[in-house]
């Protein structure tokens, strides 16, 4: 793992706690699980250079921080206002730097900064057109794969060179195959609109929750 995602593991294996109040998925409100799958997945995929990157969904801030900590300039915004507020306030205990900010536009001109906003990911007016390097969704619902309205944004910010990149683990209620079938399909027929798939594939690896990766670029 690379020595700066180390840094935070160790930072949420020394502060252990368990988001209950929003979630009974039991991997994603043990910090040190979520940390580890995310760091697998970064270890796996593209990133680009010293870029801006916003991810989507973000929830208690997993991968926003490791973002971050990787030295990227990173949003994080996330709808649910009450589970992003718990995880800024670990965050905050844990002595990672940040800001809240309803304005992203300005977190754009930013350089190496990790700014967190509640917000649903339709509401991105604030965020200038193709501005943004990549754009990130960890641990998305199955539905959402094929929900272009949820990512409607996202073709009209990302730099023509950036790109799109979620994990899926898919229905939670089919079995392995039968939810890998499950998103390639929705990642082949519903994508999100203005962008294009052009990776998908599967980690196997035990300490990756979500196994499922789509990467969609600029169509």
């Not at 700066?4 to 160790?10: D, F, Y």
């Not at 990133?47 to 801030?61: C, F, K």
């Not at 899926?168 to 039968?178: A, D, K, S």
């Amino acid at each position: 793992m690379n020595s700066k995602l180390e840094r935070i593991l160790r930072l949420v294996q020394e502060n252990p706690v368990e988001f209950t109040r929003f979630s009974g998925d039991l991997q994603q409100i043990n910090p040190e699980s979520r940390v580890v799958s995310i760091s697998n997945i970064l270890e796996r995929v593209k990133l680009p250079e010293h870029s801006t990157i916003l991810d989507i969904g973000t929830g208690y801030g997993y991968g926003a921080v490791l973002l971050s900590a990787l030295g990227y300039n990173v949003m994080g915004v996330e709808l649910n206002r009450d589970k992003l507020e718990e995880g800024m306030d670990y965050w905050k205990r844990l002595g990672i730097d940040f800001e809240q900010t309803e304005d992203l536009s300005l977190a754009t001109s930013s350089s190496g900064k990790l700014y967190f906003s509640a917000r649903d990911s339709k509401n991105l007016g604030d965020i200038p057109n193709q501005s943004i390097d990549m754009v990130t969704a960890f641990y998305i619902s199955g539905y959402m794969t094929g929900e272009k309205g949820a990512f409607r944004e996202v073709g009209r910010i990302l730099d023509e060179h950036g790109n799109f990149t979620m994990t899926t683990e898919g229905p939670i209620q089919l079995p392995q195959f039968l939810r890998g079938l499950a998103v390639n399909l929705a990642s082949r027929f519903l994508g999100p609109s203005d962008l294009r798939l052009t990776s998908r594939f599967t980690i196997n690896d035990s300490q990756v929750y979500d196994k499922f990766v789509l990467v969609y670029d600029k169509a």
